[in-house]
């Protein structure tokens, strides 16, 4: 049987791990636990043994990262240095191997030195593991915080950009997601009492109150914070979108809240749909007509892919919902597995 690995995604407010098994199961067992980087990053290291001690911290470990971007750290290259001091903390006898933009696994040594390659490399990974099934296609993943669009020809990963800004740019990553995003950055404006209102520019509501109010997530799924450190049932979450334009649940009624989680739900699938939008007309007569879907907000990689008239395929229907949920933790200990299997 061939050794266990244990794939990392070290995000700013999330931390993934999916275990790959030597053999004796298909499908990665996953662990994904919510932790705020910027406001507490001394404890890193411990939330890494801790969450690998969950799944019997395996010798071989793959690592991909979007920390760095955590404003606790002045430049990405001090975050980068950071995550990969935290690892040699948590894991003294374990060199693991850091996958970068390139596609290529490298020493924690080479990567401080090469920073810029393995900083935000987590849509990479996701996207070249599915090209192994899928070999015309958008790569959606919908995360908490953002969406990559990623594009996959004739079994290649076909990017424009590789680093943050300019993938901003081209489309390929649109900074909007299923939880953390706040309301007043989806949308200026929401229907009220017929006719508009404008949304109050604050942190009361975020994406996570819309789609629970909608019923697209269940309150188990709502693992970020909530903006006012209330709960997470449909009612509390209702209440937050209700000061979003300044007013209450005594003030607005439950139809009116519908009215305002559907806007803001259906703007966002719009910037989601305008990003695929970007990268297909880049492509032309080389763009996937099928869209593979991932992430905690597949529902929403799902209606953006539609309304430009793509097919959709879910990667949970190859990979199993877990791994599929925290894509690039599973990607990168399946292409580790890979390389070693070569």
Known sequence: MKEPILGWDIGGANIKAALLDGGSTVEP?????????????????????????????????????????????????????????????????????????????????????ESQLVAAANWMASATFASRTFHDALFIDVGSTTTDVTPIVAGRVVVHARTDPDRLRSGELVYSGALRTPVCAIVHSVPLGGGVCRVAAEYFAIAADVHRWLGRIAECDYTCETPDGRGRNRAEAGARLARMVCADVEMVAPADITSIARHVAQAQVRQIAAGIRQVRERLGPDAPRVAILAGRGSFLAKAAARRVGLETCDLADHVGWEAARVAPAAAVAYLLAQRASV
């Open 29 to 113: 067992v996953v662990v994904e636990r919510p932790f705020a980087l910027w406001r507490e990053p001394h404890q890193l290291p411990a939330v890494l043994s801790e969450t690998a001690q969950r799944l019997q911290a395996p010798r071989r470990m793959a690592v991909t990262m979007t920390a760095e971007l955590a404003d606790c750290f002045a430049t990405k290259r001090e975050g980068v240095a950071f995550v990969l001091d935290a690892f040699r903390q948590a894991f003294p006898e374990v060199e693991p191997c850091v996958y970068g933009v390139d596609g290529m696994f490298r020493s924690p040594e080479a990567a401080r030195r």
